[in-house]
């Protein structure tokens, strides 16, 4: 069963900066089967990435996922105040389970 | 628009027994994969299930597996959840879930929160 692992735990940044997310997967992803969520206090999570790489509809070009096999990065390039949130990635490869990690905040410094 | 909406979620003893459903509108329900996903207070998110189109493939993750049934009725645009012998950690935000591609999700009801206690 893959395990992920995200780090780092809390990133606390400022308005404008760019924050770097890590997803570590404990075997390889196949096919870059690997996702991104953003999830805000008292909402449901929202589809960022998918296929690794891939923007969900409507997510603005400011958010990008990257990697392969076990290393997968979430970059948001200049924060904006509304960014700042509970950041999740899944693994959805061929064979169950679908795993989140446990999670990145993504405090205001 | 496309909505998922969940109910069913209440306070239950240990051992209990709970169904939750999800109605689902503004799409071609019958269509796409659907999960379920549970969020602990506090804690972070939990596949717990994922279903076909038609039903014909289901999965569970193993903190559910013989305790929980996932299913779907197409005709009436719904999704279920059937929950037998509860556990205190069991305890949590349930969110139904359309399936994108397998098991990742792009639309989420906004939960509906099953509270196992004595």
């Known amino acids: 069963e893959i395990v992920l692992t995200q780090s780092p735990g809390t990133l606390s940044l400022s308005p404008g900066e760019r924050a770097t997310l890590s997803c570590r997967a404990s075997?390889?992803?196949?096919?870059?089967?690997l996702a991104w969520y953003q999830q805000k206090p008292g909402q449901a999570p929202r589809l960022l990435i998918y296929?690794?790489?891939s923007r969900a509809t409507g997510i603005p070009d400011r958010f990008s996922g990257s990697g392969s096999g076990t290393d997968f990065t979430l970059t948001i390039s200049r924060l904006e105040p509304e960014d700042f949130a509970v950041y999740y990635c899944?693994?959805?490869?061929?064979?169950?389970?679908?795993?989140f990690g446990q999670g990145t905040k993504l405090e205001i410094k | 628009e496309v909505q998922l909406v969940e109910s069913g979620g209440a306070l239950v003893q240990p051992g209990g027994s709970l169904r939750l459903s999800c109605a689902a509108s503004?799409?071609?329900?019958?269509?796409?994969?659907m999960n379920w996903v549970r969020q602990a207070p506090g804690k972070g998110l939990e596949w717990i299930s994922y279903?076909?189109?038609?039903?014909?493939?289901?999965y569970y993750a193993d903190s559910v597996k013989g305790r929980f049934t996932i299913s779907r009725d197409n005709a009436k645009n719904s999704l279920y959840l059937q929950m037998h012998s509860l556990r205190d950690e069991d305890t949590a935000v349930y969110y139904c879930?359309?399936?994108?591609?397998?098991?990742?999700?792009?639309?989420w009801g906004q939960g509906t929160l099953v509270t196992v206690s004595s």
């Open positions: 075997q390889s992803i196949s096919t870059s089967y």
């Open positions: 279903i076909s189109s038609s039903g014909s493939i289901i």
């Open positions: 503004g799409f071609s329900f019958s269509s796409y994969e």
């Open positions: 899944q693994q959805y490869g061929s064979s169950p389970p679908y795993p």
């Open positions: 879930a359309r399936g994108y591609v397998a098991a990742v999700s792009d639309y």
């Open positions: 296929g690794a790489s």
